[in-house]
């Protein structure tokens, strides 16, 4: 069976902890805690946390139009 090119969906890299934490400017263990409490969207495999790229912003947008606390 082959893959036609309209099948074919774009992935992007998946990130680590430590790819998020860079681009946010925390540190790696305040990204684990966000992750484990749910606060940071994640995607789990096995053992294994990673974090979409485009998944990070969209989480950054909505903090973003939240009212101050």
Do not use: F, H, K, N
Not at 35 to 49: D, K, L
Request: a positive charge; charged letters at 30%.
């Amino acid at each position: 069976m082959q893959t036609r090119p309209e099948q074919l969906v774009a992935v992007s890299r998946l990130l680590t902890a430590e790819d998020v934490a860079e681009m946010l400017g925390l540190d790696v263990a305040r990204v684990w805690r966000l992750s484990r409490c749910g606060e940071i969207p994640t995607i789990t495999i096995g053992r294994s946390r990673r974090y979409r790229r485009e998944a990070i912003l969209r989480w950054l947008e909505e903090i973003e139009s939240q009212p101050a606390r």
